[in-house]
């Protein structure tokens, strides 16, 4: 079951993005501990969490040759927000790709998926962290002229919760939510309406 995200109900893009942990063990607590969570990600150094309710995370450092990929995906710039929601689909996928490659979390499948031996698996918590990160990225790139990253929220209480990273529409203030759970790693994530998303939104497949 993805767990309930607590908090995160600013919008601000400047907040540290701080992973909600599931600490198993001491062992695991000091390992934590000895090398955090980077509150402040850039391209060349950041955190993802996976494990389940970011009970594992791993440390990321992207190439120049990878980073300008994630570029040129905003080249040329949208005309609109509705072209940067898609640019920004796009990004995320192509930067859960390289990131998975580096964390082992490429073979994440959709959902909770369980299989015995599968490592790298996220749940809904793991992911709505690790698109915040991404999001923060290309907010910080100055590659997002139509939105700013915002919090991560929930929906759902103790019954069916499910977690999402978000995005704010300037103009308009619309907040979407960006949400990679429903897929593989490196598939393309939804992003819809988050008003939508509330009333327990899923894709229509799922």
């Given at each position: 079951m993805c767990c309930l995200l607590n908090a995160c109900t600013s919008w601000s893009s400047e907040a540290p993005i701080t992973p909600i942990k599931n600490i198993g063990n001491l062992q695991e607590l000091s390992e934590n501990n000895n090398r955090p969570?980077?509150?402040?990600?850039?391209?060349?150094?950041?955190?993802?969490?996976h494990g389940h309710t970011?009970?594992?995370?791993?440390?990321?450092?992207?190439?120049?040759?990878?980073?300008?990929?994630?570029?040129?995906?905003?080249?040329?710039?949208a005309n609109n927000a509705q072209q940067e929601r898609e640019q920004?689909?796009?990004?995320?996928a192509l930067l859960e790709k390289f990131t998975g490659e580096q964390a082992g979390t490429h073979k994440d499948r959709a959902e909770n998926f369980?299989?015995?031996?599968?490592?790298g698996q996220m749940d809904c918590i793991d992911e709505a962290t690790n698109s915040t990160?991404?999001?923060?990225?290309?907010?910080?790139?100055?590659?997002?002229?139509?939105?700013?990253q915002a919090s991560r929220t929930s929906r759902g209480g103790l019954f069916a919760p499910h977690n999402t990273a978000t995005i704010v529409e300037t103009d308009s203030n619309l907040r979407y939510a960006v949400d990679s759970w429903f897929n593989d790693n490196g598939e393309?994530?939804?992003?819809?309406?988050?008003?939508?998303?509330?009333?327990?939104?899923k894709p229509e497949s799922n």
């Open positions: 969570f980077i509150y402040y990600p850039s391209p060349d150094n950041y955190s993802v969490c970011c009970s594992e995370f791993s440390f990321i450092q992207l190439s120049n040759i990878q980073w300008q990929e994630v570029e040129d995906l905003f080249s040329p710039t920004i689909k796009l990004a995320i369980t299989d015995n031996g599968l490592n990160v991404y999001l923060r990225m290309l907010d910080d790139a100055g590659l997002l002229s139509f939105h700013q393309i994530p939804a992003i819809v309406p988050l008003s939508q998303w509330k009333k327990g939104w």
